[in-house]
C-alpha cells in the first residue's frame, strides 16, 4: 500500500473522526454509525478469509487483517509494501488486475485464482473483491478464500474419473452399466461389443435381458430383483452367445453402486473360456496321473512329499496321509550305499534329471525294484521349486527276465545235453550190449567185473535221462493214470530209500480225478522228491505225500504264470532243514546243489522240474529256513477212465523171430551190434547206414520185408523221411523208431505220437529182443 499508507490505527481515527462528524452534521444518527464501525473492525479483525484492502489506482495493499498474514506469511508491515502484484505468480497477474477491475465495475468473482506465499508456495483462493471509498479515494476490499484442499479434492475426483474412463475404456473384461431401478443399460465399454460382436447401439437403452448374449442366462429378470435386494449377483461358469452364433464360457460379476444421488449396477463379464479349457486340460492331466500305473511323487524343494498318486499307494504300502511330508528316503532298503544317493541328489539339486533303477523296501518290510525318472521343476526366474519323481515297479519284469535267461541257459544245456546224449547212448548201446553178451559166457571173477562195466553204464545212461529230462526232452509215453495207484507200489521202495529214522505217511484223497502222464516219469518224479527230502532230514524226520484235487483260480494263474483250472496236486512235505529265498531261486537250476562236493550230480529236482513241465504241469515249492519244505506238483485233469500198465501186466519172455527186418543206422557200431543181436534172435537182418542206401536195399530186396528198424536222428534223411518214402514200396512194413535223443522228428513236444512204436536208447540185447517181437505181434518160440 505504499509508504505513504496509514495504519490500522490511523483507520480507525479517520473512520471515527468522519463518523463523528456525520453524527454532529445528521444529529441522531450516530449511534448507528458506531454500530457499523464496530461491526466492520469486528469483520476485518475476526475473519476467517484474508482481507487485503487495495488501491485500485496503485494496486496497492493499505491494509491487511490477521487471516491475510497467516495465509500469505507475511507481516502486516510487510504487506503494506506491497501490492496485487506481489502475491500473483506472473502468468496469473493479468486474469487477476482485469478481475479486481471488472469487480470494481460490478464484474465477476475471480475463482480459484493462485497466490504466492511468502516461502514461495502457492496457495489457491476464491476471491470476492468489493469496492468501497475510503478518505474519498476509490479502494477494493480483497476477501481470499483458500480453496487448496477442496480444489485438490476436485482434481483427485477429476482424476478418478479419467482414470476410471480409460480402465472402463481399456478393460479386457466386458462392462455394463445399468440404472438399477429401471435396469436399461446406460454405457457398455469396447470390450463387451467385441466378446459379443453387438454395437454400442445394440446394448444402449436395453434392458439386459433383451440383450441377445444374455437371453438365456441367469442374469435375467429372474434375478434383477435379487441382484437389487442384494447389491451382488455372482454365476462362475455361464454360456453366452454371440452375435455370430457362437458360444463362450463368461463369469459373470453385478454389483450396485451409489453414485450421487442414484443407484447403478456395473456388470462385469470374463471371459473364461481359455481358463475353463486349461482347468478341463488340468484335470484330464491329474485324472492321468491319479490313474497312471507309474508311481508319481512329488515333493517340495526340500524333498518333503506334497503328492503321490494310487500307483504309489499300491507299490510301497504307504497310504497318502502316511507318505506326505516324509522323505522319500522313508522307502530306503540298504541296498544303495550313501554314494548312490549322493549322485542322485546332486544330479537333480544341481538342475538334471537323473534316471535309473533302486531297491527299496515296502511299508511291509518287503523288496521290491522300481525305474525312476526324477526331475526338478522350475518357475519364471529359473529357481526350483520342486521335484518329481515318476517311477515303475520292475520287480516282476526282473523275474521274467531272470525267468528267460534261465530258459536260455536251460535251452543252451539243453541242446548241448541232446548232442551229447545222441553220442553217447550210441556208445552205451555198443558197451551194454556186449557187457550183456559176456555176462552169459563167463562166470567167477570175470563174471563179476562184467556185471561192474554193467552197472556203471546202467549208470551212464540214467545220467543221460537227467539231462534230457531237465531239458524237456525225454520221449514221453503218456497214458491216463489214477496217481493214487500210480504212487501205492512205490511206498516200499521209498520207505527202503529213506531209511529207518524217516518216518512216511501217504494221504491220497478218495474219488481223485485222473491225470494224463508217462507213468515212469511220475515215478521218476517222486523218487528224487523223497530223496532230496531224506537229504534235508539227516538227523531223521516225517515224509508225508498227498494227493488232492485242486483249482487254480484266476489270481494263482496270474501270479505263478500257469493257466487256470482243475489239477491233481501231489505234495511232497518234509520237515528237514528247510531253505531261503536265495536256495529257492536256484533250486531248479542244473547242476546247483547244497550237498557237499561229489555227493550229489544237482540233476535231481531240475530232472523234477523237467518232467513236470514237458507233462504240462506245474511245480510250486514253500520253505523256510529251520521249517521244512512242501513241493506241490500240479497236473491237469482229464476225463478219460485209468489205463492199466503194460508192466502190470505178467511179463512174457523175450522170444526168437525169423522175420525180415531192415536195420538203418548211421552209427557203424551199433548198426553192427544191433545186427548181431537180431540175428542171434533168428531174424533175417538187412542193414543200411542212411536212409539212401535203405532205399536202394529195399527195392533190390524182392521178398517181403516185414519191419523197418531205423534211428531217427541221421545225416540228409531222417527216420521218420525214410519211413515214409517206403510207405509207398512196402505199405504193410511195420515201423520202429530208435533213438536216444530226438529233434521232434516222430514226436510232439517230447510225446510219441498215436501208433508210433519207439525204442529208447541205449539199446541192450533184452529191450531190443523184446521190443522187436512186440511190434512183429508176438512170437511162438522162446529166445535160446
Known amino acids: 500500500m505504499g509508504a505513504g499508507s496509514k495504519s490500522r490505527e490511523g483507520l480507525e481515527h479517520e473512520s471515527g473522526a468522519r463518523v463523528r462528524s456525520a453524527s454532529v452534521a445528521a444529529g441522531g444518527a450516530e449511534d448507528a454509525l458506531q454500530a457499523s464501525e464496530d461491526n466492520f473492525r469486528a469483520l476485518f479483525e475476526n475473519s476467517s478469509d484474508g482481507i487485503l484492502i487495495a488501491d485500485v489506482v496503485t494496486n496497492a495493499f493499505r491494509y491487511a487483517n490477521p487471516a491475510a498474514v497467516r495465509m500469505f506469511g507475511y507481516t502486516e508491515n510487510e504487506l503494506r509494501t506491497m501490492g496485487v502484484a506481489d502475491i500473483h505468480p506472473a502468468e496469473s497477474l493479468p486474469a487477476v488486475l482485469a478481475g479486481f477491475e471488472s469487480r470494481v465495475r460490478g464484474g465477476p468473482l475471480g475463482i480459484d485464482m493462485p497466490c504466492l506465499r511468502k516461502d514461495g508456495t502457492v496457495v489457491y483462493t476464491d476471491i470476492n473483491a468489493t469496492p468501497i471509498t475510503l478518505d474519498g479515494r476509490a479502494m477494493a476490499a480483497g476477501f481470499f478464500r483458500e480453496v487448496t484442499e477442496r480444489r485438490e479434492a476436485k482434481r483427485a475426483l477429476e482424476a478418478s474419473e479419467t482414470r476410471y474412463r480409460r480402465l472402463f475404456e481399456a478393460a479386457k473384461d466386458g462392462i455394463l452399466i445399468l440404472d438399477a431401478a429401471t435396469g436399461r443399460i446406460v454405457d457398455v465399454n469396447p470390450f463387451m461389443m467385441e466378446l459379443t460382436g453387438y454395437s454400442r447401439g445394440d446394448f444402449l437403452e436395453q434392458n439386459l435381458w433383451e440383450i441377445g448374449p444374455f437371453k438365456d442366462i441367469a442374469a435375467s429378470r429372474a434375478s434383477f430383483a435379487e441382484l437389487q435386494a442384494q447389491g451382488y449377483v455372482r454365476y462362475d461358469d455361464l454360456p453366452l452367445a454371440t452375435r455370430a452364433g457362437g458360444k463362450i464360457d463368461v463369469e459373470f460379476v453385478s454389483n450396485v453402486y451409489v453414485v450421487g444421488d442414484r443407484k447403478v449396477i456395473q456388470c462385469n463379464v470374463r471371459d473364461v473360456t481359455a481358463r475353463k479349457n486349461a482347468e478341463t486340460e488340468r484335470q484330464r492331466l491329474a485324472t492321468a496321473i491319479e490313474q497312471a500305473a507309474e508311481a508319481i511323487v512329488i515333493t517340495d524343494a526340500r524333498g518333503a512329499i506334497v503328492y503321490v498318486n494310487p500307483a504309489f499307494e499300491t507299490v510301497s504300502g504307504y497310504s497318502r496321509t502316511e507318505a506326505l511330508g516324509l522323505n522319500p528316503s522313508m522307502l530306503k532298503s540298504g541296498k544303495q550305499d550313501d554314494a548312490f544317493y549322493g549322485t542322485l541328489w546332486a544330479t537333480i539339486s ?353 521178398a517181403k520185408i516185414d519191419l523197418l528198424l531205423t534211428d531217427v536222428v541221421m545225416p540228409r534223411m531222417s527216420g521218420r523221411q525214410l519211413a515214409q518214402r517206403l510207405a509207398a514200396l512196402r505199405p504193410l512194413m511195420k515201423v520202429l523208431f530208435m533213438s536216444g535223443y530226438t529233434d521232434d522228428a516222430i514226436l510232439q513236444h517230447g510225446v510219441l505220437d498215436s501208433g508210433v512204436a519207439y525204442l529208447e536208447k541205449p539199446l541192450t540185447p533184452t529191450s531190443l529182443a523184446r521190443k522187436v517181437r512186440e511190434v512183429l505181434g508176438g512170437a511162438s518160440v522162446a529166445v535160446g
Open 350 to 702: 544341481s538342475g538334471n534329471t537323473w534316471r535309473g533303477r533302486l531297491v527299496n523296501r515296502r511299508k511291509d518290510g518287503t523288496l521290491f525294484t522300481e525305474e525312476a525318472t526324477i526331475s526338478p521343476v522350475r518357475d519364471a526366474t529359473g529357481a526350483t521349486t520342486s521335484y518329481v519323481a515318476v517311477k515303475r515297479d520292475v520287480t516282476a519284469n526282473l523275474a521274467l527276465e531272470a525267468q528267460y535267461l534261465q530258459a536260455q541257459k536251460m535251452e543252451a544245456v539243453g541242446c548241448l545235453a541232446g548232442g551229447v546224449a545222441h553220442d553217447f547212448n550210441n556208445i552205451l548201446s555198443v558197451i551194454m550190449s556186449y557187457a550183456e553178451f559176456l555176462s552169459g559166457e563167463v562166470s567167477g571173477p570175470a563174471h563179476a567185473d562184467v556185471e561192474e562195466i554193467r552197472t556203471a553204464a546202467a549208470r551212464a545212461a540214467g545220467l543221460t535221462r537227467q539231462l534230457l529230462a531237465f531239458s524237456r526232452q525225454l520221449v514221453l509215453e503218456p497214458r491216463v493214470l489214477d496217481l493214487n495207484q500210480t504212487i501205492a507200489p512205490l511206498e516200499k521202495m521209498i520207505r527202503r530209500l529213506l531209511g529207518a529214522d524217516v518216518k512216511l505217511t501217504t494221504l491220497p484223497e478218495s474219488g481223485l480225478w485222473n491225470v494224463k502222464a508217462d507213468p515212469g516219469k511220475i515215478e521218476q518224479i517222486l523218487m528224487n522228491l523223497a530223496v532230496n527230502a531224506r537229504d534235508a532230514m539227516p538227523q531223521g524226520g516225517q515224509l508225508t505225500i498227498q494227493t488232492r484235487n485242486v483249482e487254480l483260480d484266476d489270481d494263482y494263474a496270474r501270479a505263478h504264470d500257469v493257466p487256470a483250472g482243475s489239477y491233481v496236486m501231489v505234495a511232497v512235505t518234509d520237515t528237514g532243514v528247510g531253505m531261503d529265498a536265495e536256495i529257492k531261486a536256484r533250486l531248479f537250476e542244473p547242476f546247483f546243489t547244497t550237498k557237499e562236493r561229489g555227493k550229489g550230480t544237482g540233476l535231481g529236482l531240475a530232472t523234477v522240474f523237467g518232467i513236470v513241465k514237458q507233462t504240462g504241469g506245474h511245480i510250486w515249492v514253500y520253505s523256510e529256513p529251520g521249517e521244512g519244505a512242501t513241493f506241490k506238483v500240479y497236473f491237469p485233469r482229464v476225463v478219460g477212465a485209468a489205463q492199466v500198465r503194460p508192466s502190470e501186466r505178467p511179463l512174457q519172455e523175450a522170444v526168437r523171430g525169423s522175420e525180415t527186418i531192415l536195420l538203418v543206422e548211421d552209427d557203424d557200431q551199433v548198426r553192427t551190434v544191433a545186427g548181431g543181436i537180431l540175428r542171434r534172435n533168428g531174424y533175417v537182418v538187412l542193414d543200411a547206414s542212411n536212409g539212401g542206401e535203405a532205399l536202394l536195399v529195399c527195392e533190390q530186396h524182392g
